[in-house]
């Protein structure tokens, strides 16, 4: 079968997926790394939520990527692999299969959203559930899984492979994985960047949709708002923002108790 059209826009750094047929070493390896899939939204023909002054969330989202990638590349704790580390536009079936693919022990996804309330600032952290937790984030999550209209029909033709992924059922081991990624996150960014009131919110994103992948969706502000908007395009800011959640990484896989170098 041919590989997925977004197959090549896999991003990877830090040590590589063993060869298939490898012989097996035994005795006295160190496990390998985990692997982060860190997920920049939107990209290409998919700007995001534009900003009051402009700014397009997609590169806002692409360039904390980056910055996170190297803080936690930093660790030498993990292997990363991003999405997208470019501007263009993968599908969100894409997204979740690179991350099931290539054995992601965590699955992070990046955005800065709108709202329709302009006033409405901080950070936020989302988890799969297929009831939503209020109504903001009904509509968040209405937004989010609309951005495969910018792929046309090239997204309605998902290989089997894919249809399987989003048909299975996320387990309670993932969902508890993922609420205790979205608690760190919380506890992370508390003391260094604002946050909603109730913070840790929960509704049927389709991107966070991997049966076996702890997978977190963060809003690390909204462009709807001025002031959100201009701290996200500023690169200290942006470091902030990325050295919180790679915090929340860390103390993540503490508390799974993953051994893990440096």
Aim: proline fraction near 5%.
């Amino acid at each position: 079968m041919a590989a997925a059209p977004w197959a090549g826009a896999l991003a990877r750094t830090g040590h590589h997926a063993a060869k298939l047929g490898a012989p097996a070493v035994i005795g006295g390896a160190e496990p390998p790394k985990p692997l982060i899939m860190l997920d920049p939204g939107h990209g290409g023909k998919d700007p995001g939520a534009i900003g009051l002054s402009g700014t397009y969330e997609k590169h806002v989202a692409e360039a904390a990527g980056q910055e996170l990638r190297r803080q936690l590349l930093a660790t030498g704790r993990y292997r990363v692999a991003m999405t997208r580390s470019s501007d263009r536009f993968i599908p969100l079936a894409g997204r979740v299969e690179l991350a099931q693919q290539h054995g992601a022990s965590l699955f992070l996804s990046m955005h800065a959203d709108a709202l329709h309330d302009p006033s409405v600032r901080g950070a936020s952290v989302y988890t799969h559930a297929h009831g939503a937790s209020d109504s903001q984030t009904a509509d968040l999550a209405r937004t989010e899984n609309s951005a495969d209209r910018y792929g046309g029909p090239l997204v309605h033709g998902a290989s089997p492979e894919v249809q399987q992924i989003l048909a299975s059922l996320v387990t309670e081991e993932t969902r508890t994985g993922s609420a205790h990624m979205a608690q760190a996150v919380v506890s992370s960014f508390s003391s260094r960047v604002l946050l909603l009131t109730h913070p840790h919110r929960h509704a049927a994103f389709a991107v966070l949709k991997s049966a076996q992948i702890p997978s977190v969706l963060v809003e690390m502000g909204f462009m709807s708002n001025r002031l959100d908007e201009a701290a996200l395009k500023q690169a200290g800011h942006r470091a902030m923002v990325a050295g919180a959640l790679c915090d929340a990484v860390n103390r993540y896989f503490a508390a799974a108790g993953v051994g893990l170098a440096g």
